[in-house]
């Protein structure tokens, strides 16, 4: 079994990247760390960095999630090339470039990129933005699955993650307490399809849903509530096309004996307040 013990990064690709870079800042709300070549990293808490924006085609994504350490990571490696997954070392220029101490990389059944990484660093100052969107971490992603019963599989059975809950085909998953850290949602194609990132209160999203709108950012869905993590919540989509969420309030499962719930998969599930979403892989 391997055991992932937090999330670490994503890393995605974009057509512009000061433009991305300047919306991650100005609008989203995270700190500028620093440029590298064709890279610009960006935080949301006490991470080196949350996001790694790559001037590259941006269908490229990667997840990063972290392993509690080397033994761990060793073992990992060769529990995935046993089971006929192609998994690769990173060397060191690569996991300078991640700010780790070693990682590797494969991919899902789906073709998502997955990096599992160790002794992650640290940023040692603490996070300050130029706008002050309320965000406390990054939290979760949602991950598009081609299949999305044998991706699930793969999670459930490689891996200490578990299912919370179903909207449709739609797992929420998660290796720790909080209700979810990626959900799989059914699309014809690979890729993160919405980074998410929590904030200190209702207060922070219904501020970001008239600064945004303000802005003419399009808002893709909410404010809202979710009917599986019970969280409030606000979408909007950035450069290339790449969705953001804010929410505060997630579930976090302290019940060992918790069951997963079955949700249709329907506007109403995804939202209690009667929000509908713009969203291809939110729409059945």
């Known amino acids: 079994m391997i055991n992932i013990t937090d999330m670490t990064y994503v890393r995605i690709g974009t057509s512009n990247i000061e433009s991305a870079a300047s919306f991650a800042t100005d609008t989203l709300g995270l700190q500028y760390v620093r440029r590298e070549q064709d890279r610009i990293y960006v935080r949301g808490d006490n991470r080196d960095h949350s996001i790694c924006y790559v001037d590259t085609d941006p269908s490229y994504s ?3 999630m972290e392993l509690e350490d080397p033994n761990a990571l060793d073992s990992a490696f060769l529990e995935l090339d046993a089971s006929g997954i192609s998994v690769k070392r990173g060397n060191p220029e690569e996991c300078a470039d991640r700010r780790v ?3 590797i990389a494969f991919c899902d059944p789906t073709g998502n990129n997955i990096e599992l990484n160790v002794r992650p660093y640290k940023a040692t100052r603490r996070y300050f933005p130029s ?5 406390t971490e990054f939290s979760h992603v949602g ?15 490689l891996f200490n993650v578990k299912v919370n809950d179903w909207i449709g ?6 290796f720790d307490k909080v209700h979810h850290r ?14 998410n990132f929590q904030v200190e209160s209702i207060d922070d999203i ?7 709108s303000d802005k003419q950012v399009h808002i893709v869905f909410g ?3 979710h009917a599986t993590s019970g969280a409030m919540f606000l979408y909007f989509e950035g450069p290339d096309g790449m969705v953001y969420e804010y929410s505060n309030g997630v579930k976090i499962i302290e019940d060992p004996n918790y069951r997963p719930r079955q949700f249709p998969f329907t506007p109403e599930a995804f939202c209690v307040w009667g929000a509908v979403p713009d969203i291809p892989e939110f729409r059945d």
């Open 131 to 135: 706008r002050d969107a309320g965000i």
């Open 62 to 64: 990667v997840l990063g």
């Open 169 to 174: 085909p739609a797992g929420l998953l998660s």
């Open 101 to 103: 101490s070693d990682f």
């Open 143 to 157: 991950l598009r699955t081609t299949n999305a019963k044998a991706d699930e599989e793969f999670w459930t059975s």
């Open 182 to 195: 990626f959900a799989l949602f059914p699309a014809a194609r690979p890729g993160i399809q919405h980074i």
């Open 223 to 225: 404010p809202g509530r």
């Open 206 to 212: 219904m501020r970001s849903y008239y600064f945004l």
